[in-house]
């Protein structure tokens, strides 16, 4: 079975962000149980990425800057690395570069990994 890296964008990405996205904290708990490593890549505070999360039920298993997305790559063993963002400049961008997939919020809640 293929491990999955999920790497969330928190504003414009996910429900509890500002704007809210369209990825629900119930499709990310789902994504956790399924096995994925799942993590959250914002330009919030680290410690405020964590909580937003754990405030949800969600352990996040890294809390990182956009600009540290390889470092994330070099941490974790994963056969996918996928970044999720509503943002070309700040989140395709990055994560392209970091060697990482990427899709589009709306793309990403299509996936069967959600459900
Ligand atoms: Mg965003």
Redesign the pocket.
Known sequence: MSRILLSL?????IEV?DPP?VLTMEMIRTTVGKGFIVGSC??RPLSTQRRIFLQHGITVEFAVSKHMLPEVMAQFHADHYVHV???ED??KRYALAAGFGFLWPEEAAEKAWFF
């Open positions: 964008d928190i504003d414009g990405t962000g996205g914002s330009d963002g509503d943002r700040l989140d």
